[in-house]
Structure formats: C-alpha cells, structure tokens
C-alpha cells in the first residue's frame, strides 16, 4: 500500500489486489496493479505530493469508453503522444522532445 495513503485507499487498494488475484493475476502483478491504480486516484484528487501529468490530465476509463483499448481505431486510437514520448524517453530515444505523434511512432517501431 502506498505511504500516505488513508482508509479508504487502504480499503481501494485491497479491493483491487483481491479482484485481480481471482482474474488469475499473480500476487506481484496484483499487487502492482492495485498500487498503480490507487496512486492514480490519489493524484487525481489531489492527495500525492508528486503526480505526472498523464495521472492528472488523461482522462479516466470509464469516461474514455474502450477508446484507446490498445486497438487502432481511427486518427484517435492508440496510444497519447505523451504516452509514445514517455516510452521513448524510458528507451533513451534521441531528439524525442522535438517528435511529434507519428514520428514518435516510427522511432518506437510501431
């Protein structure tokens, strides 16, 4: 559970964990699913003293619909520009920062 948290997130987190254990999820990936989901929610409402911009500004699943289910749908699909520079960022991909959307796509081969 993550430091800082308070009751409810504690109650959020075990709630998440359990259900994610009996879709058949390791411990470790349960856990990690449910610490990433409750930070998220922390961040949102303003109760972490760090959140990224993609935890506060995207919007949420159920507000999104499946849009950006992982599937190319159209000019809108896949994933967000800030999405592709994060990835790029982790691999070390030069000139990411001057990148837009599909050039990103292309440095990340996909």
Request: net charge positive; hydrophobic share 20%; proline share 4%.
């Amino acid at each position: 559970m993550p430091a800082g948290s308070n009751r409810k997130r504690e109650r959020q987190y075990e709630h998440i964990k359990e259900g994610a254990e009996e879709r058949g999820a390791s411990s470790g990936r349960a856990k990690e699913l449910a610490s990433r989901t409750v930070n998220k929610q922390r961040a949102r409402a303003g109760e972490s003293e760090q959140a990224s911009r993609t935890s506060v500004k995207t919007e949420s699943a159920p507000h999104r619909g499946g849009r950006r289910s992982g599937k190319r749908l159209g000019p809108s699909g896949g994933p967000t520009r800030e999405q592709l520079y994060n990835e790029a960022k982790q691999r070390g991909v030069k000139g990411r920062s001057s990148m837009n959307k599909r050039d990103l796509e292309k440095a990340l081969g996909r």
